[in-house]
Nanobody, 126 residues
Framework: VQLQASGGGLVQAGGSLRISCAAS????????MGWFRQAPGKEREFVAA????????SYADSMKGRFTISRDNANDMVYLQMNSLKPEDTAVYYC????????????????????WGQGTQVTVSS
């Protein structure tokens, strides 16, 4: 599985941005997906996850109510809509995938994911 993240950029605090991740696999609907982020000098942290069918989502506490993860299984895409952005959201955002035998399960631990994209930079100015 190859993952290609895109859509990052510079946005002012309070603004919105949607980042995307394109997957190259013929069985995208068998993979649970996740977004993680890594700021300079910090560990990579969980942002959001979505189950293989899209029925279940989960979020890190600091993103709840501001970020929305979604997927389009027909086009092998996963998205992260980010609203009310804060300077502390500045980071490189990575999409990740893992084979999921369970239809409605999400994973929030980075070591549980097997495939990673190259990341897209999101910078929020104050």
């Amino acid at each position: 599985v190859q993952l290609q993240a895109s859509g990052g950029g510079l946005v002012q605090a309070g603004g919105s941005l949607r980042i995307s991740c394109a997957a190259s696999t013929g069985t995208f609907n068998r993979y649970a997906m996740g977004w993680f982020r890594q700021a300079p000098g910090k560990e990579r942290e969980f942002v959001a996850a979505i189950s293989r069918g899209g029925s279940t989502t989960s979020y890190a506490d600091s993103m709840k109510g501001r970020f929305t993860i979604s997927r389009d299984n027909a086009n092998d895409m996963v998205y992260l809509q980010m609203n009310s952005l804060k300077p502390e959201d500045t980071a490189v955002y990575y999409c990740a995938a893992r084979w999921s035998p369970l239809y409605g399960t999400t994973w929030s631990v980075k070591t549980e994911y097997h495939y990673w994209g190259q990341g897209t930079q999101v910078t929020v100015s104050s």
